[in-house]
């Protein structure tokens, strides 16, 4: 079982729509999660970090943990052509940060 | 955030040479780590650079192929060895703060392409 599993995707939504994506970890003692946006050829941009069971909201993302599901997800409100990218989800054990494989997003205008 | 700073961002190298990536960073940071990025695929972490001694390395990485040096809380260099074409990725630098939450920040990546 991999430590972090995201659907591949690709996940393609209409502009202005509501982008869902989700992500499991297998390690009950993960302490930190955070989601990475990585344009094609470029490097991972961190867009949200969350450590507590909840909602956390920051401008068009929110960031939803459940650690006793072992599951979180982020979701894109108002989605743009721009936020077309591969996301990542990432989980620390320990010191250690592990990433899922990606979703690929794309927005269609 | 700190800005990190790895070169060369991009090489064409021979099958069997080596190549030394560098990466500097402005300010101090705890941690610094070397991921690889296979086309297609997400980040591998190959070691943790510990500065003064020895990178710990993650499973299926070997410090032979992949020696790595830290001389100061600010630099390191990872070296691919003996390159062959399955060598051929992108690798990158990250660092996480002094006094930060655990967020790690990335280098731009040095794509590397092995003939």
């Known amino acids: 079982q991999k430590e972090v599993e995201q659907n591949s995707g690709p996940l393609s939504v209409p502009e202005g729509a509501i982008a869902s994506l989700n992500c499991t970890y297998s390690d009950r003692g993960s302490q930190s999660f955070f989601w990475y946006r990585q344009y094609s050829g470029k490097s991972p941009e961190l867009i949200m970090s969350i450590y507590s069971n909840g909602d956390k909201e920051d401008g068009r993302f929110t960031a939803q943990l459940n650690k006793a599901s072992q599951y979180v997800s982020l979701l894109i409100r108002d989605s743009q052509p721009s936020d077309s990218a591969t996301y990542l989800c990432?989980?620390?054990?320990?010191?250690?940060?592990?990433f899922g494989a990606g979703t690929r997003l794309t927005v269609k205008p | 955030s700190a800005v990190i700073s790895q070169k060369p961002s991009r090489d064409i190298c021979q099958r069997g040479t080596s190549l030394t990536i560098q990466c500097q960073v402005d300010s101090q940071v705890t941690m610094m780590f070397w991921y690889r990025q296979q086309p297609g695929q997400s980040l591998t972490l190959i070691a943790t650079a510990n500065q003064g001694s020895e990178a710990t390395y993650e499973s299926g990485f070997v410090i032979d192929k992949f020696p790595i040096s830290r001389p100061n809380l600010t630099f390191s260099t990872l070296t691919v060895s003996n390159m062959s074409p399955e060598d051929s990725s992108i690798y990158l630098c990250?660092?996480?703060?002094?006094?930060?939450?655990?967020?790690?920040?990335f280098g731009e990546g040095s794509r590397l392409t092995v003939l």
């Open positions: 990250s660092v996480n703060h002094v006094g930060g939450t655990g967020e790690l920040f």
């Open positions: 990432a989980v620390t054990i320990d010191v250690d940060m592990r």
